[in-house]
Structures are given as C-alpha cells and as structure tokens.
C-alpha cells in the first residue's frame, strides 16, 4: 500500500536555530513530490516539486532534496513567519495506470523570536 | 490575479441534511481536484477533473458524495445526508494543465461542521 509519513508532527525552533522536515514515502512509481506551506485557516501553498532521486530545489531559507525513500526540506536561519504546517505530497503510479496522489499529515513548525 | 474561490467559507448543518460546497478555479485552469481535511489528518483526495474527461471519482468515500464541474470551470461538491464524520474542511484546488505533475493552487476551504 502506499504510504507518506511525514515527521516530525510538530517542530519548535528558536529564530536562526537549523532543521530538516522529513516525508518518507512509499509507492510503487513516483511520479512527483510536492511540498506545499499551509497557513491557519487558509489553503496549502505550493513550495517545491521534485522528480527524481538526487534533484534539489531552493528558495530563499527553504531547501529540499530528494532520494529514493524520503524528501527532507532544510530550513536554514528560520524566522518566525516561517511558523505553518508544512505538507508532502505524493504523486505515484497506480496499478491501473492512473495517478494516486497522497498527502502526509504535516509537520507543524513554530519558530520563537 | 484572483485564485481559487470557495463558497461558503463556514457551513453548519444537521445531521440528515444535505450540502453543496462550490468551487471557483482559476480562469484557464483545465484540471480541478477535491480533498477532505479532518483534524489531525492529511489532505484525502476525493475526486479529480481532467478537462473533458470523465472524473476520477476513486477517492470518493461513498455514494452519499459526488461531484460535478459545469463548462469546464465552477465545480460543486455535493454531500447527501450528512452525517458528523463529515465534519472537515474541503479544499478546492486547480492547475493550468491536464497533467498530474504539476503544482496545484489551492482555495481557502469549506469548514462544514454537521450537529
């Protein structure tokens, strides 16, 4: 069965403090991943896509990269707008030649000033 | 330019009732998709429009939910009989083209909260 776990659940950092986010997946083709920032009471944002093992994409204290297993995405100096809940999102394969697309639960991250 | 938009942003209802939910994508976009946000959990996909054809409805939860999307634009979620498991929030989201790999753009969300 296919399955996106993202980790930790919640993550509180210190203005300028580093840290990575984890989404571990497991899916028969991955066709994409996604991350997306999502704000209270509003809709996810898109951040990143990936397609292959080894790719890496960043912006601005935001990097992620890509293996086979698992996607982190490295928040580098954090400030405190950078407080939200961030998903994972997972596009694979499915067995009838169509597209599963599998969301995480979110790592929700509080940056303190 | 203006997202996508939901309407309503709130509804509550009783349990038995029905409801729609409306979806408004961005002009142009060709593919349309609906997710379920409960507390505590990720986005459940719940159905997807691809331009023309038909809609992949493998997410749906049941038969008391269904969808439609008139002229290729406005999409309305429609739940028969509540009940409170229904309670979440709904996300409308678009993108430009009809392939899968691309970013989405999400509206705001319905939170439905069924007594």
């Known amino acids: 069965e296919d399955q996106v776990t993202q980790s930790p659940e919640a993550l509180r950092l210190q203005e300028g403090e580093s840290s990575s986010l984890n989404c571990s997946y497991t899916?028969?083709?991955?066709?994409?991943l996604f991350w997306y920032r999502q704000d209270p009471g509003k809709g996810p944002e898109f951040l990143f896509t990936?397609?292959?093992a080894g790719e890496e994409k960043e912006k601005e204290r935001l990097k992620a990269t890509l293996t086979k297993k698992e996607s982190f995405l490295h928040i580098t100096a954090p400030k405190p707008e950078d407080s939200a809940t961030y998903l994972c999102?997972?596009?694979?394969?499915?067995?009838?030649?169509?597209?599963?697309?599998?969301f995480g639960k979110g790592t929700t991250l509080s940056v303190s000033s | 330019g203006a997202g996508v938009s939901q309407s309503p942003s709130n509804k509550v209802t009783e349990k038995g009732k029905d409801v729609e939910l409306r979806c408004d994508p961005i002009?142009?976009?060709?593919?349309l998709y609906w997710y379920r946000q409960s507390l505590g959990q990720g986005l459940e996909f719940l159905i997807y429009?691809?331009?023309?054809?038909?809609?992949?409805k493998s997410g749906l939860p049941s038969d008391r939910f269904s969808a439609e999307r008139t002229g290729g634009s406005v999409s309305t979620l429609t739940i028969q009989r509540t009940q409170q498991e229904d309670s979440a929030v709904y996300l409308c989201?678009?993108?430009?083209?009809?392939?899968?790999?691309?970013?989405?753009?999400f509206g705001p969300g319905t939170r439905l909260t069924v007594t």
């Open positions: 999102d997972v596009q694979a394969h499915t067995n009838q030649a169509g597209t599963a697309l599998i």
């Open positions: 899916v028969s083709g991955l066709r994409g």
């Open positions: 990936l397609y292959s």
């Open positions: 002009s142009g976009h060709t593919a």
């Open positions: 429009f691809q331009g023309n054809s038909a809609p992949d």
């Open positions: 989201a678009s993108n430009p083209e009809s392939r899968l790999t691309y970013e989405q753009y």
